[in-house]
């Protein structure tokens, strides 16, 4: 089994996105509000949060499926994003959810905050088709 951290892509390691911990078997990741992340002044930019979701979605499911010794190419299908607040300048955490995991493709929900859990920045959807490899 290889180090989750080491599954990160180029970009995610460039904006500093970790893997902050497990919850109930999904990874929890995170980056903290640097000059890399900042948009609009004390804000986040929208492609870094985009980025985190879309990061620890894919993160869910390469683990899932190498826990059930499956190895797939990863193409997106469609990912949509919804900005529900501002995010500001603090840890951002993610954690994503499998809502259909199929033989050809799997649909991904993922939820990004800050202070609160209960209270979202952003969310995510992700269809993601798995090709064989």
Known sequence: MSDASTDLTPYAKSIGIR????????PVLAFEFTGDVEGRPEHL???????????????????????RGRTHRLKPINITVQFLSA?????TYAKGRI?????????ISVEAWQDDRDRP??????NILMAGE
């Not at 893997?19 to 999904?26: C, K, L, T, V």
């Not at 995010?87 to 840890?91: D, I, L, N, Q, V």
């Not at 809502?99 to 649909?107: M, P, S």
């Open 87 to 91: 995010g500001k300048r603090r840890t």
């Open 45 to 67: 930019h929208g492609g870094a949060t985009s980025g985190l979701l879309e990061t620890a979605g894919y993160a869910l499911l390469r683990k899932e499926l190498q826990q």
């Open 99 to 107: 809502t259909k995991l199929g033989r050809r493709n799997a649909n």
């Open 121 to 126: 920045i952003a969310t995510a959807i992700m």
């Open 19 to 26: 893997i902050e911990g497990e919850e109930d078997g999904a």
